[in-house]
């Protein structure tokens, strides 16, 4: 089946930074998109930004300028660096890969079991 490991969580301070990693294994013949989810406490999951294949980036508007999502096709991983952290950014962060397991079958969508970002003084 499919792994998604998440890492680079935690606490930091407001205007601090993070970066996010999610690395993608297992039975994948080819991955469409990579990207990142968040959910807060009482709110209903929303994309942060995705990235596919050959590099085009969607971004929510409330990180443009801040996020920015990369992606080592090689290695299957994506990255999340997070610039000037607000508050309203804690949440748990999920990583979402849409692809195909094996030659001939669609698209499949797989997320990570998530994790916590935290900004806080």
């Known amino acids: 089946q499919v792994q998604l490991v998440e890492s680079g969580g935690g606490l930091v301070q407001p205007e601090g930074s993070l970066r996010l990693s999610c690395a993608a294994s297992?039975?994948?013949?080819?991955?469409?998109?990579m990207g990142w989810y968040r959910q807060a406490p009482g709110k209903q999951r929303e994309l942060v930004a995705d990235?596919?294949?050959?590099?085009?980036?969607n971004y929510a508007d409330s990180v443009k300028g801040r996020f920015t999502i990369s992606r080592d096709n090689a290695k299957n991983t994506v990255y999340l660096q997070m610039n000037s952290l607000k508050t309203e950014d804690t949440a748990v962060y999920y990583c979402?890969?849409?692809?195909?397991?094996?030659?001939?079958?669609?698209?499949?969508?797989?997320w990570g079991q998530g994790t916590q970002v935290t900004v806080s003084s």
């Open positions: 979402k890969l849409r692809y195909i397991p094996t030659r001939g079958q669609g698209w499949n969508d797989y």
């Open positions: 297992g039975r994948i013949f080819s991955i469409y998109t």
């Open positions: 990235i596919t294949t050959r590099g085009s980036t």
